[in-house]
C-alpha cells in the first residue's frame, strides 16, 4: 500500500432524499499511485463531485458512506476526528474547485486569503506574503506583489483558476485534487492551465487527482484513468492501455463520442443515447445494460466483476470475463 | 474608495436637493395663498403680508425657488409665527432627542439581533434556533407603540425601574440615558427580531457558497470562515435594511415621542399638525428626509467600504 498516496476501497455513498436512499457511488476502488496523476472521467451526475467530497470529508448533511475505507498516507480518513481531518486539509490535501469565478471569497484581497490559509506557518506576515508572492509567480501571474492587493473580481477566469492552483500548491500537499478546473475556460486557457499543472506537478512532486469528463484532457495530462459510469468504475488502467484498447463498450462509446484528437476537440459533453439509470431503485444485472450495444443475456442478472484485462488494466464487464 | 464615497455623497446631495424642490413646489403650486395656507387659522391680514415677504411671493417663480435654496442653505427655515422664534432654533433643539433614541434603539437592536442571527445560522434547526425563531417572528409583529404601552406600564409603573416620562434632566448624563431605555426598547425591539432574522437568513446564503467551501477545504478553522469569510458578506443586506430602516424609525420615534412624553421630532410634528403650525411641520419633514438621506448615504458607504465590488459599480 506504501507505493499509493490514496487508497480507495470498497467505498459506497447514499444520500437520503424525498425519493428515497439514493446510491450515487457503489464499492469504489481507485488507487492514486506516489508521483502520478489519476484521471477521473465519467458523464456528468456519474458521481465525481461526491468522490471528491468524501475524500475531503465535505459531504452534503444528507450523505452517508455505508462501507468503504479512504486511506491517505497510511491513514483511513473516514475514521479521523474533524479536527485531524482540517489538518490535513490545506496541507497535505490540496483541491482546486470547478468554478474559479465563485470558489474564491469575493470581499477579501487575494493576498488576505492566501495568507490566512498558510494559518499553521509559524512564520510573520511578510514571509507569508513573500510565499504567496512567490506562488502567484510560479503560476504566471504577472507583477504578483501589487496583485496581492487586489480582489478576485478583478481578475480573469483564466487568472483565477492560476490563482486557485497557486493556493492549492502552496503548502506542497502531496495529494492535489482537481475538480474539472478548465471546464469553465476557454479551449487555449484549458492547454494552458493544463501545462501549468503538468509542469507544477513534476516541481513539486505530489500526486494529483483530476477529474474531468474531457478524454482529450485526461490524455494529454494523465498517467492513470478511472471510468466512472452512475457510481461505479467501469474500466481503469494506464490512459495509454485504455485510450488503445479500451475493454468497455461505456468507455468505447465515451471515446467514440469524443475524438482524442486535442487540436480539434469538441467541448461538448460525450452523447451516448439514453438515459443514467435511476440511482435510487437500481437496476439488477450490469449497471450499463440499457445503453450497450453488445448486451448479452448474462447482463441482466448478474452483476459483471472486476477483471484483469491485462497489466494494471480492470474493467467490470460480462464479455471480457473467461465463461 | 474616495472616487465611491464623493460619488455617493454628491448623490445624496442631489436627493436632498430634489426633495427640497419636491416641497417647494407642494407648498406653492397648490391652489391658493401659500401665506395663507402656511399660518392656517392664525392668518391675519398683517401676518400674510409679513409671510408674503417672506417667501418672496411677490418675485417670479425661479428666484422663489432660489431663494429657498438660499435661505435654507444659510439655515434659514423662516419664523414660527406663534413662539416668534426661527423654526430651525426649534427644530435643532429637538432633533438631539429624537437622533439619541433612535441611534440607541438601532444600535443596540443590532448589537443584539446580529450576533442572535449568526448564532441561529451556525447552529441550524437545533432548539436553541427554534426559540429564537420565534421570539424573533414576535418582537417583529409586536407593534413599536403597544411595546411602548406595555413596558411603560410594566417597567416604569409596576416595577419602577426606569422613569417613565420626558427625556431626563439636562446636564446629568445618567438620568438621560435612563429615560432613554424604555422608549428606545419600545422601538427597537421589532428590530431584535427582524435583523436576527435577516442576518440568520443571509448567513445560511453565504455558508453555502463556493468560496465557503474552498475556505474549509484549506481547513481553516471553522471560526474564521464564519467571521471573517461568511459575516463580512451576510452583514451587507443588514446594514442597506438597517440604513433604510431609519426612515422607519424616524415614525415610530412619533408614537414613542407621545407615549412618553418625550421631547423630540416626532413630538414636534405631532404637536405642531394638531395647531396647524405649518412652517415647523415643514421645517421637522425636511430635516426628517435630510437625516433619511445620510442614513441611506452612510450605510451605503459602510457596504461599500465592506465590498470592493460596490465600490466598483457606482
Ligand atoms: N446533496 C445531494 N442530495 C441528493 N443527491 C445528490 C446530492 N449531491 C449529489 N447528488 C446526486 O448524486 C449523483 C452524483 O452527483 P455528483 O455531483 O457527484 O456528480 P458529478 O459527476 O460531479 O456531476 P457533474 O459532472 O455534473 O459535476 C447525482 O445523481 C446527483 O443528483
Ligand atoms: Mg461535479
Known sequence: ?323 | MLIYCIKRIGLGILIVMLAVTLLFFMIHLVPGDPARILLGPRATPELIASMSQQLGLDKPLPIQILMFFANLFRGDMGMDVITNRPVADIVFGQLPYTLSLILTAIIGAALIGIPLGCYSAINRNSLADRVTGILSVACITAPAFVVALYSLLIFAVYLKWFPAVGAGEKGDFGDQVAHLVLPAFAIGLSWVGYLSRLVRASMLEVMGENHIRTARAYGLPERLVVFRYALKLAVLPTVTVIGVGMGFLLSAAVFTEIVFARPGLGKLIFDSISTRNYPVVMGSVLVSTILFVISTTISDLINAWLDPRIRASL
Open chain 1, 1 to 323: 500500500m506504501s507505493k499509493n498516496v490514496l487508497t480507495i476501497r470498497n467505498l459506497s455513498v447514499n444520500y437520503q432524499t424525498d425519493q428515497g436512499t439514493l446510491q450515487a457511488m457503489r464499492n469504489v476502488n481507485i488507487d492514486v499511485p506516489k508521483g502520478s496523476i489519476v484521471g477521473v472521467v465519467g458523464e456528468s451526475g456519474c458521481g465525481k463531485s461526491t468522490l471528491i467530497s468524501t475524500i475531503i470529508r465535505l459531504l452534503a448533511t444528507n450523505a452517508d458512506i455505508p462501507n468503504g475505507e479512504v486511506d491517505f498516507e497510511g491513514r483511513d480518513i473516514l475514521t479521523l476526528s474533524e479536527d485531524e481531518m482540517r489538518k490535513l486539509r490545506g496541507d497535505r490535501l490540496s483541491i482546486v474547485f470547478q468554478d474559479p469565478m465563485s470558489s474564491l471569497n469575493p470581499v477579501l484581497t487575494i493576498g488576505k486569503q492566501m495568507t490566512d490559509i498558510q494559518y499553521r506557518d509559524k512564520k510573520t506576515m511578510a514571509q507569508k506574503r513573500q510565499r504567496s508572492i512567490n506562488m502567484l509567480e510560479s503560476v504566471g501571474i504577472p507583477d504578483p506583489a501589487s496583485r496581492l492587493n487586489q480582489y478576485p473580481h478583478e481578475f480573469s477566469g483564466g487568472m483565477r483558476q492560476r490563482i486557485a492552483i497557486a493556493m492549492a500548491l502552496q503548502a506542497e500537499p502531496s495529494l492535489l485534487i482537481a475538480d474539472e478546473p478548465t471546464t469553465a475556460l476557454d479551449a487555449t486557457l484549458e492547454v494552458q492551465i493544463i501545462h501549468l499543472l503538468k509542469q507544477l506537478q513534476s516541481t513539486i512532486g505530489c500526486s494529483v487527482l483530476f477529474i474531468s469528463h474531457h478524454l482529450g484532457v485526461i490524455a494529454e495530462l494523465c498517467d492513470y484513468v478511472v471510468v466512472i459510469y452512475a457510481g461505479e468504475v467501469v474500466e481503469e488502467g494506464t490512459v495509454s492501455d485504455v485510450f488503445k484498447r479500451p475493454q468497455h463498450p461505456y468507455t468505447e462509446k465515451l471515446l467514440e463520442c469524443d475524438p482524442a484528437n486535442i487540436a480539434q476537440k469538441t467541448r461538448e459533453l460525450p452523447t451516448i443515447p439514453g438515459n443514467v439509470p435511476d440511482l435510487v431503485s437500481l437496476p439488477s444485472g450490469c449497471i450499463f445494460k440499457d445503453r450497450c450495444h453488445t448486451k448479452i443475456d448474462r447482463c441482466d442478472n448478474e452483476r459483471p466483476q472486476r477483471i484483469d484485462a491485462a497489466d494494471k488494466h480492470y474493467v467490470s464487464c460480462h464479455l471480457r470475463s473467461p465463461q
